[in-house]
């Protein structure tokens, strides 16, 4: 009888996740500007307790720093504005380069096209029409398109980050007020405190990283004579955020800047041989140090998140995949009934025990 139970349960159980999924992605424009209110909130909630200490009211440090998020962002956009449209013009110019370079290379793929389209033509009936394609609209439209959209939801998510960060531990201790008995008051507050302030330093350690990779990237980038390389930068801390995919991409757009910008093969190469040494001391010595080997995840579990998030959110959901899967083994880690699935999610490399590397 208690086997068929715990069989129902865990039935159940996998009902919930694959229709809390679906759920997800039918209400993502409402859960995306949310989750990332939640995840800013966590970062900037230490930095509101510290204005604090010295009599801030907690209302004036949270605007405080929502002005610095608006500042940081309008910072960003006119910084990197000039760099990005130089890039889109000089674009097609570069790819073409690159094509010249590597024809050699595609010139077996063309005559297996050209071939295909042969065989293709010879088995088409003789009154079969040609469909003619719409040219798509430009990269540049479509970023003009989704321009208001855009800004209504970095407005709706500054909000959100304001009334977290202002109501503090209100949330808090409405959970307390529902708890029973004393004792259950205590374990209530001190499960929640502890995950808001993991989760907090996470985030704030793992931002700070990526900062530094985009701050040396960049430099790296300016000494190797690379153009835009505050761009390049920047877009190598952001996409540092989605583990493996997001350096796995940025390798493979410096791979295509140095093609594009030098002509000496080996000068290109240092471009992304470069980032990648860099990429390399960051994932396996620094956020292993700084971070803990404790929240090390299996690379497998990663995979499949990034993969899931994905396909739920689009890009958003690969950069919000690495946080959001943290703050979840964070969380089973605090609360006994989610224990189990912390343990599975560990790297098998590290032993759980000690947090040490398993010999």
């Not at 808090?172 to 507050?189: G, Q």
């Not at 502890?194 to 931002?207: A, D, H, K, N, P």
């Not at 471009?271 to 090390?296: D, H, K, N």
Request: aromatic share 6%; with cysteine.
């Amino acid at each position: 009888m208690t086997k068929d139970l715990r069989a129902l349960k865990r039935s159940v159980l996998v009902i919930l996740a694959i229709f809390g999924t679906y759920a997800c992605y039918l209400a993502r424009e409402a859960l995306v500007p949310l989750v990332l209110g939640i995840l800013l909130s966590l970062l900037l909630s230490p930095l509101v307790t510290f204005l604090e200490r010295f009599r801030v009211p907690r209302a004036i440090g949270s605007l405080l720093m929502v002005l610095l998020i608006v500042a940081g962002i309008a910072g960003a956009i006119s910084s990197l504005a000039a760099p990005a449209q130089t890039w889109m013009a000089s674009a097609p110019a570069a790819f073409q380069s690159i094509e010249h370079r590597l024809r050699h290379v595609r010139d077996p793929i063309d005559q297996a096209r050209e071939a295909t389209r042969k065989l293709e033509n010879l088995t088409q009936s003789p009154g079969a029409t040609v469909v003619v394609k719409e040219q798509a609209p430009g990269v540049l439209a479509d970023a003009l398109a989704g321009t208001p959209r855009a800004l209504s939801t970095i407005a709706v998510v500054l909000l959100l980050v304001y009334f977290f960060l202002s109501s503090g531990n209100t949330f808090l201790r409405r959970l307390v007020e529902v708890s029973p008995d004393l004792s259950e008051k205590r374990v209530v507050v001190g499960i929640a405190r502890g995950i808001q302030q993991e989760m907090s330093r996470y985030l704030l350690t793992v931002s700070m990283i990526n900062l530094g990779l985009a701050v040396a990237t960049a430099l790296a980038m300016a000494l190797l004579g690379v153009p835009n390389a505050v761009l390049w930068g920047m877009l190598a801390g952001l996409l540092n955020f989605a583990p493996y995919a997001g350096p796995t991409l940025t390798l493979i757009t410096l791979a295509l800047v140095g093609l594009a910008t030098f002509t000496s093969l080996g000068h290109a190469l240092a471009v992304p041989g470069v980032f990648f040494a860099m990429a390399v001391v960051e994932g396996q010595f620094i956020s292993p140090l700084v971070v803990g080997r404790r929240l090390a995840i299996n690379p497998t579990i990663v995979f499949v998140w990034l993969m899931l998030w994905g396909a739920l959110w689009g890009i958003v959901g690969i950069l919000l995949a690495g946080p959001l899967l943290a703050c979840f083994r964070i969380l089973c880690e605090h609360l006994p009934s989610l224990r189990t699935i912390s343990v599975l999610m560990a790297d098998t490399r590290v032993d759980p025990s000690n947090g040490d590397p398993a010999a």
